[in-house]
């Protein structure tokens, strides 16, 4: 199994261009998220999907878009990038609420 | 607005010791909590997920405990190697409407050969 797979795994931008984090999973999971993961800050939720067509925003959701037209992928689009969207950012899936959670290797953006 | 906190930030012992890494937060209800180990520059790795009805969870060298109505949990790792040296990062789900985990900042735990 390949698990949560993230690509690309690195990326550098130009503040105002935009672009799509892919994210893909194997698992036949339910749910998947996106956090971003900041120095100092942790991870924080952005958006999350409790199944395919249904999306909701999470602690930090502006800038950001995202949908979910299969149980497999789970797009986050960068509307106009900003250098304060220079993070990390990570998806995640589970197969239930209460089942544990897969993550991604991570996207590293860089927003210049 | 659930927060957790992890204590020690960072931790640096030799090799063959036991150690305890802490994760307090502030709303005990909740559904879940996991442990996580996240090397440098890697994604997570799930460790051990403790749902709210269990007291504990064990594998390998490894045993987290749970007690909600203090909102405290412990991991504990014995005979500590230098292998085990990373970040260890603690999350709950708080439920509710939205489906998401609230990560602690983590705690830096270096084994010494």
């Known amino acids: 199994n390949a698990g949560v797979t993230q690509t690309p795994k690195f990326q550098v931008l130009k503040t105002g261009q935009s672009m799509t984090l892919q994210c893909a999973q194997d698992?036949?999971?339910?749910?998947m998220s996106w956090y971003r993961q900041d120095p100092g800050m942790g991870l924080r939720l952005i958006h999350y999907s409790v199944g395919a067509g249904i999306t909701d925003q999470g602690e930090v959701p502006n800038g950001y878009n995202v949908s979910r037209s299969t149980t497999e992928d789970f797009p986050l689009r960068l509307l106009s990038a900003a250098p304060s969207q220079t993070s990390v950012y990570f998806c995640?899936?589970?197969?239930?609420?209460?089942?544990?959670?897969?993550f991604g290797q991570g996207t590293r953006l860089t927003v210049v | 607005k659930q927060e957790v906190t992890q204590i020690p930030a960072a931790l640096s012992v030799p090799e063959g010791e036991n150690l305890v890494l802490n994760c307090s937060f502030t709303?005990?209800?909740?559904?879940?909590l996991q442990w996580f180990r996240q090397d440098p520059g890697k994604g997570l790795t799930s460790l051990l997920l403790?749902?709210?009805?269990?007291r504990e969870q064990t594998s390998g060298r490894l045993n987290a405990s749970l007690d909600k109505s203090s909102g405290r949990s412990t991991l504990y790792i014995a005979a500590s190697q230098p292998g085990d040296s990373a970040t260890y990062l603690c999350a709950v789900d708080s439920g509710g409407g939205a489906d998401g985990l609230t990560f602690g900042k983590g705690t830096h735990l270096i084994i010494q050969p």
């Open positions: 698992m036949n999971h339910e749910y």
């Open positions: 995640a899936s589970r197969n239930t609420r209460n089942t544990e959670a897969f």
């Open positions: 709303d005990s209800a909740i559904y879940n």
């Open positions: 403790i749902q709210s009805s269990q």
